[in-house]
């Protein structure tokens, strides 16, 4: 096993944690059972994968012969639900830390699967395509949460939350640009991450958003 995919596998389970985390934190709010919870879980911990593969003609996706990512996942999840049952009646009580820490492993999963993505571009011998390799870290990035979002009645966080898409888009395309002159992917990847989770810290302290239209309601 090389450097490139030792630092691909971390980057994996460091993205399968954090989403199957996020995943499992907006069932138990949005008051799914732990079966809900275990499919949104991995869903968004695998979702943005199973996106990727299938635009490039991968089949059957990749998570599918690796039974690790989805123990991984599933693990994650059930830990989530069973420490959420069990604090379940202060729940409200810890409902802003719970969106802090949901935020916070989103960002780390969003940073960590935008880079991967980006990097099965390198991998499929895709990289001569600027505009592919860096759709395809997004889609890695993005498809889970959107999935997931939509499963549980949630407006999308990637059209209205903190430069969620722009912030995958831009350590996507750092890495990419850095990746073209590097055989190395440990600096770039760390870079790439790094200007992902704090553009998402960052906007979620201080409100940032893209511009938008507001449509008054008549009274």
């Known amino acids: 096993m090389d450097v490139t995919e030792i630092i691909l596998l971390i980057l994996e389970i460091i993205g399968t944690v ?32 199973i996106t990727r593969d299938m635009l490039i003609g991968e089949t059957p996706p990749a998570v599918f012969s690796k039974l690790y990512v989805i123990a991984i996942a599933v693990f994650t999840s059930v830990a989530v639900f069973v420490i959420g049952y069990m604090n379940r009646k202060k729940f409200d009580e810890l409902r802003g830390r719970i969106e802090h820490l949901n935020n916070v492993f989103d960002a780390i999963g969003l940073a960590a699967f935008s880079v991967a993505g980006t990097e099965i571009a390198f991998s499929v011998m895709l990289s001569d395509n600027a505009f592919l390799a860096i759709t395809l870290g997004v889609l890695t ?36 640009v850095l990746r073209l002159f ?28 893209l511009p938008k239209i507001k449509i008054e309601k008549k009274r």
């Not at 985390?21 to 994968?49: H, P, R, W």
């Not at 590097?182 to 958003?209: D, E, F, H, Q």
């Open 18 to 49: 954090s989403f199957a985390v996020s995943g499992a934190c907006v069932a138990i709010k949005a008051k799914f059972d732990i079966f809900g919870v275990l499919v949104i879980g991995c869903l968004t911990a695998v979702g943005g994968g």
């Open 182 to 209: 590097s055989v190395n992917t440990l600096i770039p990847s760390l870079i790439g991450m790094s200007i992902i989770v704090l553009l998402r810290m960052l906007a979620s302290k201080y409100k940032w958003g």
């Open 141 to 176: 990035g993005c498809g889970g949460g959107v999935l997931r979002d939509i499963l549980t009645e949630t407006q999308p966080y990637i059209f209205k939350k903190h430069v969620y898409a722009i912030a995958s888009i831009l350590g996507a395309g750092t890495y990419y």
